[in-house]
């Protein structure tokens, strides 16, 4: 009887998929240069690739970003999320509709976050943001010709996780790494000594990650930057990609080299196109001074740093989702175990970390663990970077120690707009739950907001002032975590849809928390224990803290 290669749990539903390398940025080159996907393109690409048509079918109907019918002259895009929906967005889509609607060359629609909550209300003109202040500016331009593309300006700030006082010195941690000065193993038990967890909302101990990933035997090794924060409230992973470059990509070469992988990528959202340029203007100074190339500065190692460009999807903010799209399959989620430090990308260990993460790791190579948990406050290790959105004053991105309460972190950011009171926070991003005005002096820090029934997740506050709807506020998260659903798991498909029109039902009628339908609490339940991925386990747990603080029925 013939050997069968054994079937590795969690990736099931890869059976019948097509090998070979990932065509999405062949669509990406097909898009940037024709506009859109024609058919005739497609057909010539999978005659080139052979690789049948309806696989890029699949793939092109699954991600947001790609087009199967001609751009129009302007396409306008209003956001219509959480941190822009309590900045007047539904008053602007609908002065949008009565000024625009009519406009035989303008395709105006509403839009999930673009990653740029510190502006909102945020509206796109052909991928390029602005503020309903400058849509006739915008909308003008496109008309006559295009609109100019966006720069990314850094900021003039310096943040306290830069152990290098300038340009000179950047990498100066991999250079002692690759003279020998240094061995790569005395970083993993730095990061393992420091307490550092992930920063992109699961809060895994890193130095336990790279540890598991080290410690495997099979080979090649990977290892991707998970840059796709797509969540509304979510910015911060944006701006440190702006300010430091050089911190994220040396953190990740130095992962590389703790973990013994030689590939890494830089996986980053399409609306980040300015970021993106400034991580390949950065990569291709590294490449330059020969920290990554087939010889690193004549030691005989190979490191390669790519960009891989996102095709759209919050869903690809899930690590093994990532690693399908990057596969060149439609983003949807595996099954666990087995994790990507074990069975990753191309089936091989796989080294993932968020943007905050690879940034905080020179500075704690360089100046130790017991420096990195003395930035913290009280009993709490290290620094935090946090966005801050909403009805805030100086909404933006601040980075303070782990364990500053939410009111300092409000005042920091002066404090609820218009002098108002506080109505409630989200401490973690729209994936968090809610907490009321009394719950303001929590530390920022994992357990303490685990404990008040939320969480760090993203590190994004929102801030919602006295009087606003919070059920409104919640469904509209729900909404969004509806239309970002891959639709894999029917509790999360067919739960998130259902709660919905429940709860926009119950608006629409004037309801209140407390004659919300029962149902709901069944539904996030389910929800919560069977969904097959976070996605689907948090959508309805904004909207069930909402009924708590509020006294509504909920079950839980």
Request: hydrophobic share 35%; proline share 8%; aromatic share 6%.
């Amino acid at each position: 009887m013939p050997d069968v290669a054994p079937r590795v749990p969690g990736v099931e539903a890869r059976a019948g998929k097509f090998p070979g390398p990932s065509l999405i940025p062949a669509l990406h080159a097909i898009q940037e240069r024709v506009g859109w996907l024609p058919r005739e393109e497609l057909v010539t690409l999978s005659r080139d690739v052979r690789r049948p048509l309806y696989e890029i079918e699949g793939l092109i109907s699954f991600y947001p970003h790609f087009r199967t019918t001609p751009p129009p002259r302007v396409e306008l895009r209003i956001c219509h999320d959480l941190p822009c929906w309590l900045r007047g967005a539904e008053d602007r889509i609908a002065e949008a509709r009565q000024r625009y609607g009519r406009e035989p060359d303008i395709e105006l629609a509403e839009c999930s976050c673009p990653g740029r909550c510190d502006t909102a209300p945020l509206l796109t003109v052909n991928q390029i943001p602005g503020t309903p202040a400058q849509a006739d500016i915008l909308i003008a331009a496109a008309r006559d010709g295009g609109v100019p593309a966006m720069v990314s300006v850094p900021s003039d700030r310096r943040w306290p996780n830069d152990p290098y006082a300038s340009a000179e010195e950047h990498y100066g941690v991999l250079r002692e790494v690759l003279s020998g000065a240094l061995e790569a193993s005395q970083i993993t038990n730095a990061l393992a000594d420091s307490g550092l967890r992930g920063m992109g909302g699961a809060g895994f101990p890193t130095g336990r990650k790279w540890e598991l990933v080290a410690a495997q035997a099979a080979t090649p090794k990977y290892a991707i930057c998970n840059a796709d924060e797509s969540e509304p409230g979510t910015f911060k992973d944006r701006q440190i990609l702006a300010d430091q470059p050089h911190l994220v990509l040396e953190g990740m070469l130095l992962g590389m080299l703790a973990t013994g992988a030689e590939e890494g990528w830089v996986f980053i959202r399409h609306e980040y196109g300015p970021e993106e340029a400034v991580v390949r203007r950065e990569i291709d100074r590294l490449r330059s001074a020969r920290l990554i190339g087939p010889d690193v500065l004549g030691t005989g190692r190979r490191l390669s740093v790519e960009v891989f460009t996102s095709p759209g999807g919050y869903i690809l903010g899930e690590e093994s989702a990532l690693i399908e799209c990057m596969e060149g399959h439609r983003g949807e989620p595996r099954n666990k175990p087995p994790f990507p430090g074990v069975y990753g990308l191309h089936g091989q260990p796989t080294l993932m970390n968020s943007v905050e993460t690879f940034a905080h790791v020179p500075v704690i190579t360089r100046r130790g663990a017991a420096w990195w948990k003395g930035q913290g406050a009280g009993e709490h290790d290290g620094l935090k970077f946090f966005a801050v959105s909403g009805h805030v004053e100086r909404p933006g991105v601040y980075c303070v120690p782990m364990g500053t309460t939410a009111r300092e972190l409000l005042d920091l950011a002066g404090g609820v707009s218009g002098g108002r009171r506080l109505g409630a926070i989200q401490p973690g991003g729209a994936s968090s739950n809610f907490l009321g005005p009394d719950q303001l002096d929590v530390p920022l820090d994992f357990g303490s907001l685990r404990e008040a029934g939320s969480m760090l997740g993203s590190g994004a506050l929102v801030v919602m002032a006295e009087g606003t709807d919070l059920l409104a506020a919640a469904t509209n998260v729900l909404r969004f975590f509806r239309d970002e659903s891959c639709g894999k798991c029917v509790p999360c498909r067919a739960g998130s849809t259902k709660a919905h029109q429940i709860l926009a039902d119950h608006l629409a009628a004037g309801g209140r928390p407390d004659g919300v339908d029962g149902r709901i609490g069944e539904l996030e339940q389910v929800m919560r224990r069977t969904s097959i991925c976070g996605l689907g386990q948090v959508a309805l747990g904004p909207v069930a803290s909402v009924l708590r603080l509020s006294g509504g029925h909920y079950p839980g």
